[in-house]
């Protein structure tokens, strides 16, 4: 079972994803992009009290997926997330495109949308605020769960996507719960 974390960002962040001698300018990143969508989502009438980062420059057998606690300044939650597989299903580097039939995660921030019952479970459409995301409906790019995606980290890469950031079925039920409790959307940024 996955337990909802609540320790500091900087701290949490350096060991999950680099290890105890992160660097400063990696453990900023995520301090950054926390502060910066907390900003964004008050003038979006979004939740102020967590978001989800998803640092696609890290490798997908790493944990990228965070959700972020946006007053306290901390990681809620961390897991792995699959990207999209664009032209080539082994490629590990992410490509961004926002064009359809791309099969690419989309660069930028979304609001997570309406609830639904879909082929791979619950999920959520995502609504994209951004020029890089602006036909995430029209793609139907959501953020699901998905069997195959790993709940720890691992030395195997994730399996790929049609686009969609998936994270193991553990992750999204923890996810879901927050998402669920918050009476203002949830915002999401996918970056690299």
Request: glycine share 8%; with cysteine; aromatic share 8%.
């Given at each position: ?68 606690d946006l007053q306290n300044d901390s990681i809620l939650l961390a897991g ?97 719960k927050l998402i669920d409790a918050e009476s203002r959307p949830v915002l ?5």
């Amino acid at each position: 079972m996955i337990k909802v974390l609540a320790i500091p960002l900087l701290l949490v962040y350096s060991i999950l994803v680099y290890g105890q001698d992160a660097g400063e300018a990696n453990t900023e990143k995520i301090r950054e992009h926390a502060q910066n969508l907390k900003t964004f989502a008050q003038n979006e009438k979004g939740s102020t009290r967590i978001g989800i980062l998803i640092d696609m420059s890290l490798p997908s057998r790493k944990k990228r997926f965070f959700v972020i606690d946006l007053q306290n300044d901390s990681i809620l939650l961390a897991g792995v997330c699959a990207h999209g597989q664009g032209n080539d299903v082994n490629r590990e580097e992410v490509v961004f495109s926002n064009k359809p039939g791309s099969y690419c995660t989309s660069e930028g921030r979304y609001k997570i949308g309406t609830k639904f019952q879909g082929e791979y479970g619950t999920g959520y459409r995502l609504l994209g605020l951004d020029s890089t995301n602006s036909n995430a409906l029209k793609r139907d790019i959501v953020f699901h769960a998905y069997y195959k995606v790993a709940d720890e980290e691992n030395a195997n890469v994730v399996c790929r996507s049609n686009g969609c950031p998936m994270v193991s079925l553990a992750i999204f039920k923890e996810t879901e719960k927050l998402i669920d409790a918050e009476s203002r959307p949830v915002l999401m940024w996918i970056y690299k």
